[in-house]
């Protein structure tokens, strides 16, 4: 087992309390029904309440816990070079509205934040691209001219305001940070003081359509007129996602640091490998949250060693102390880095809507999604349809399958603490052995697609290197697509 320091989880999750809402029961209707309490769920949800509509959100394990909430929560439209790379690859318009949408979404969380109250740690903070390269100086510099074209400020400077030697920097003033999980939990007070209804540990495992759309959880049934699934990876969608997307995860690290100011600032390198920063707190104090690089889900047999390699990372270049925390995020790409988000198919399914492939900038670009998907339910127009239309085309080769990175030849080859697949026939089990020495076993085929799975040493969780699911060490499931758990195996 590799010993990594550190507790297990988000800092920002660890910090929002708990939620204590009821798990759905029995035979319910409502106008709407969102599937996914992340921020493009709730933020659709409470739009949609304000409005004065029926909705129901039903999440599958807590409010805030999920992907929203173990993100970086850089509340900004600088998104590295974003900008340079729609232009030269689709067009200055559809750059434009790109900045437009993520600059409204980052508008409505703060005027949120003040009009509910929502005590969310939200502090202004500049945000800077930096590179660490003279090429990378050169990309920063046109993405400068980049963003100028689309209408957003930006600076170019000689260095980023960092502990370590830097070739240059992007700068976009007065954007902002905050801690995810509260602000959900917030946003869940205030959807449910509206008049909406929520639900967790309430998992979709049935999307269908008779009269209405009805989404069925172990519990109980919504019956609505629309269905809103949010929920990272679409855990269904009339027009197929999984392969229009690829899932990656990054590492992230909270480390302990001094009541001064360790940076001022939310950063990202452009250099590879990628690192990005910002500040945080938990119950005990300030800390540094550090990422690494992204890695395909399921695809590396030893995430743990990008851990101590990301803590080597910054404690060479950064003045931090003890781990705090520590986890794994995960997200999806898309070819062209613009989500997908709206109706994939109005005619055969109406009043179907989806929200995917944030490309780790899923705050922003979420609500921007969530308001999109509000006003489409409620017939408004939005400017945004073009930009996030999820039935435009994309190359068939982007999406790359994976295979297991954890086969052994028997139990053991499976220390303590640590997973493998065991081939046996036809058959593949997933095998997990306990610090005690007594073992695990579920099916290793995931129940979206039947990949098999791969053991994460770092998370202990069994990760689908196909399309992203991820299901705790019992097999039940985490992160959809999936939304059954792995099955019980014998050895």
Known sequence: MVDL????????????????????????????????????????ALRLCEAGRSVILVEALEIGGQVTGRSTAKITTQHALIYRHLIDTLDVATARSYAEANSAGAALIKDWVRDYAIACDLEPKDAYTYAT????????????????????????????????ETTGALRFADQAQFNPAKYLVGLAHALVDRGGRLFEHSRAVLIGEASQWRVVTAGGTVHAEHVVVATNMTVKSPVGMANRTQPRCHTAMAFRVGESLVIDGMFIGIDDPTHSMRTGSDGRGPLLVVLGSKFNTGQDGNVAARFIELEEWARQNLPVGDVAWRWCNEDYDTADRVPFVGEPDPEKAPD??????????????????????ADTI??????????????????????????SQS????????????????????????????????????????T?????????????????????????????????????????AEL
């Open 5 to 44: 320091p550190g507790n297990r989880g988000s800092c920002w999750v660890a910090g929002a309390g708990p939620t204590g809402y009821a798990a759905l029961g029995g035979s319910i209707h409502a106008e709407t029904v969102v599937v996914g309490g992340g921020i493009v769920g709730l933020t659709a």
């Open 133 to 164: 390269s003279a090429e990378a100086r050169e990309a920063i510099a046109a993405e400068a001219e980049a963003a100028r074209q689309v209408g957003l400020e930006a600076q170019v400077l000689d260095r980023a305001p960092l502990p370590f």
């Open 352 to 373: 179907f809507h989806i929200a995917t492939g944030f490309n780790a900038w899923g705050i922003s670009n979420g609500t921007a999604a969530g308001m999109m998907i």
């Open 378 to 403: 409620l017939g408004r127009d939005s400017p945004w349809r073009g930009l996030y239309d999820p039935t435009r085309p994309y190359p068939k080769e982007f999406h790359k399958n994976g295979d």
């Open 407 to 446: 086969i052994v030849g028997s139990t053991d080859d499976i220390r303590p603490g640590e997973g493998g697949v065991i081939l046996r026939g036809d058959e593949k089990i997933a095998v997990c052995r306990d610090s005690d020495g007594s073992l695990n076993a579920v099916s290793a085929s995931c």
């Open 448 to 488: 979206h697609k039947g990949c098999t799975v791969t053991w994460n040493n770092a998370d202990r969780t069994w990760d689908c290197p196909c399309h992203g699911s991820i299901f705790a060490s019992d097999g039940s499931v985490i992160h959809g697509p999936a939304s059954k758990p792995l099955a019980p």
